[in-house]
């Protein structure tokens, strides 16, 4: 089982190397230590959501997409969700698969956030919270 932190350090890992910044570019537009991002991002810390925002505002990066990104992958690393067959372009499935994938259940989020049914805003402000539900 991947842990949330694990997983919340290597997507945000992911970002800020995708934007070819270092920790130290990262960690000081965030307003933490570069050692503390570190392990934040080795999944050796919690973070906060306070953190997290602050992080995700130094790499421009919507909270609410990290959690929806690490949800997903968290979802893949455990196998709660089964691979769509791919198909042609405009093409429709076969009536069975589509009679099958209408009989099995609605996987759960492996993470959510609570309150998500709320009218969506254009972000966080530092210092709101976000509460996380698995």
Excluded: F
């Amino acid at each position: 089982m991947t842990l949330l932190r694990t997983q919340l350090g290597n997507t945000l890992r992911g970002h800020r190397l995708r934007q070819r910044r270092t920790l130290r570019d990262v960690s000081g537009a965030a307003r933490v230590s570069l050692g503390y991002l570190s392990e934040v991002e080795r999944g050796q810390k919690e973070a906060s959501s306070e953190l997290l925002a602050s992080i995700c505002d130094a790499l421009d990066l919507g909270l609410a997409d990290l959690l929806a990104e690490v949800s997903s992958e968290l979802r893949g690393a455990d196998g709660g969700l089964r691979p769509v067959p791919p198909t042609a372009a405009g093409a429709r499935p076969a009536p069975e698969a589509a009679a099958e994938a209408a009989e099995a259940p609605a996987a759960e989020p492996a993470l959510a956030l609570v309150g998500a049914g709320q009218p969506a805003r254009a972000g966080l402000r530092r210092g709101e919270a976000v509460s996380l539900a698995a």
